[in-house]
Nanobody, 127 residues
Framework: QVQLVESGGGLAQAGGSLRLSCVVS????????MGWFRQAPGKEREFVAA???????????YYADSVKGRFTISRDNSKNTVYLQMNSMKPEDTAIYYC?????????????????WGQGTQVTVSS
């Protein structure tokens, strides 16, 4: 079994920053892509960012257009941890943020490419 636990959520002001962490435990493997999704009240869960697995320091990353240039996804395989650095935050970034592990080694955008999910962490951005 695989468990994902997010942390780092909270309250931020518009223009501020937060850093989310996701620790993967259980039957872990670094040979999986990882992703972040978010879900705002009354909306569908949407893709935020994804990062591939790599045996080197070069990773493939993808971002939703709404966060490109503001958010950065990274990973530390030695710690089984993936991060989401969120800068220049906006009120529309308010949502529950979920970490997920992909079925593949790639940086996946589609939700159905992920088979393990965390419980989520609340992020609220005030104007």
């Amino acid at each position: 079994q695989v468990q994902l636990v997010e942390s780092g959520g909270g309250l931020a002001q518009a223009g501020g920053s937060l850093r989310l962490s996701c620790v993967v435990s259980g039957r872990t493997s670094s040979i999986n892509g990882m992703g972040w999704f978010r879900q705002a009240p009354g909306k569908e869960r949407e893709f935020v960012a994804a990062i591939s697995w790599s045996g080197t320091t070069t990773y493939t990353t993808y971002y939703a257009d709404s966060v490109k240039g503001r958010f950065t996804i990274s990973r530390d395989n030695s710690k089984n941890t993936v991060y989401l650095q969120m800068n220049s935050m906006k009120p529309e970034d308010t949502a529950i943020y979920y970490c997920a592990r992909s079925r593949t080694a790639g940086a996946e955008i589609a939700r159905n490419r992920y088979n393990y999910w965390g419980q989520g962490t609340q992020v609220t951005v005030s104007s």
